[in-house]
């Protein structure tokens, strides 16, 4: 992420490809670009809440026996809450509920809450 205003504002660019997964002769697979804004509001040295917006592109693909392959793009909005804790001076362990909203009505896919935890690296 970059900060922009202040140290505590940060605005971070995320992508996400995921694994595959069949059910029902049915394969499915998703893959996620992510822009999010946030505040980060520091309780102590070492431990730091975070909350923000953004928007992003889920790329939803579903592959079906009989009648083939069909591809979504999905716009989406998002809300998210986090806590993160520093490891040191370079490294924090971050996680992360977000809420993502679809804005288009083409794709089956409405609305997701994503729950994740991650590593991040501070240069």
């Known amino acids: 992420g970059i900060d922009l205003f202040s140290p505590n504002v940060v605005t971070e660019v ?9 059910k029902d002769d049915y394969k499915y697979s998703l893959k996620e670009f992510d822009l999010k804004t ?6 102590n040295r ?4 975070r909350g923000g917006a953004g928007l992003g592109v889920r790329y939803f693909d579903v592959r079906d026996p009989v009648y083939g392959s069909s591809d979504y793009t999905n716009p989406v909005s ?16 971050v996680t ?5 909203n679809s804005m288009s ?3 089956p896919e ?7 935890f991650r590593v991040d690296g501070h240069f």
């Open 14 to 22: 995320a992508l996400a490809n995921f694994n595959s997964v069949t």
């Open 38 to 43: 946030y505040y980060r509001h520091h309780l």
């Open 46 to 49: 070492i431990v730091a809440l």
């Open 78 to 93: 998002q809300i998210l809450v986090g806590a993160e804790a520093k490891l040191g001076k370079k490294l924090s362990f």
């Open 96 to 100: 992360e509920l977000t809420y993502k």
């Open 105 to 107: 009505s083409a794709s």
């Open 110 to 116: 409405k609305s997701a809450l994503d729950l994740g």
